[in-house]
């Protein structure tokens, strides 16, 4: 649970969800296959989340549209994390003269900023639609990967895309 009692699925960004924006810049060796390079900053709950992607894409031109399916590995730093608390206090009292052991538990969540660089993943899909011979735009869905249990995150990506 959060501060406001809801209960949050991503570890790497402590938040459900968040802005943010990078560059993509992919040269297409063939007609379908393409390799790329991707930077990304994410605004995370404690702190700011950045990654790099290398990336090879698979595209397959229709005409004016082109969809294609992407993956790469990289790095991601940055990003909070969040720490389960849990405390345990036993005391004695008496209750009708007779010493009864209480239990008392406390539960809390802590974060704290990441200072060090994650492997990840990256996969998706998406659509690139040319306007002219050389300029379109492209909206695809990417899936995160973050090493670590709960650091899995989904992107929606817009763009611009330019051809020679």
């Known amino acids: ?24 810049v992919k040269f297409f060796v063939s007609r379908f296959w393409g390799i790329g390079v991707e930077g990304l900053i994410i605004d ?22 082109a969809p294609y399916v992407f993956g790469g590995f ?5 990003g909070s994390r969040d720490v389960y608390i849990h405390h345990d206090e036993e005391r004695s ?17 802590a974060g704290f900023p990441n ?4 492997p990840a993943a ?8 040319l306007i002219t011979e050389h300029i379109g735009v492209m909206s695809d869905f990417a899936w995160t990967v973050v090493s670590g249990p709960g650091n899995n995150f989904g992107l929606i990506r817009f763009g611009l895309t330019l051809s020679y």
């Open 44 to 65: 995370a709950q404690r702190n700011i989340a950045g990654g790099s992607f290398g990336t090879f894409t698979f595209r397959y031109p229709l005409g004016r549209f």
């Open 93 to 109: 009292v008496l209750i009708g003269g007779i010493p009864t052991v209480v239990e008392r538990n406390f539960n809390s969540n």
């Open 1 to 24: 649970e959060n501060d406001n009692g809801l209960y949050r699925t991503d570890q790497f960004l402590d938040r459900d969800d968040t802005w943010g924006g990078g560059v993509d």
């Open 74 to 78: 990289g790095v991601m730093a940055g």
């Open 115 to 118: 200072t060090h660089a994650d």
């Open 122 to 129: 990256q996969t998706g899909a998406g659509l690139e639609v």
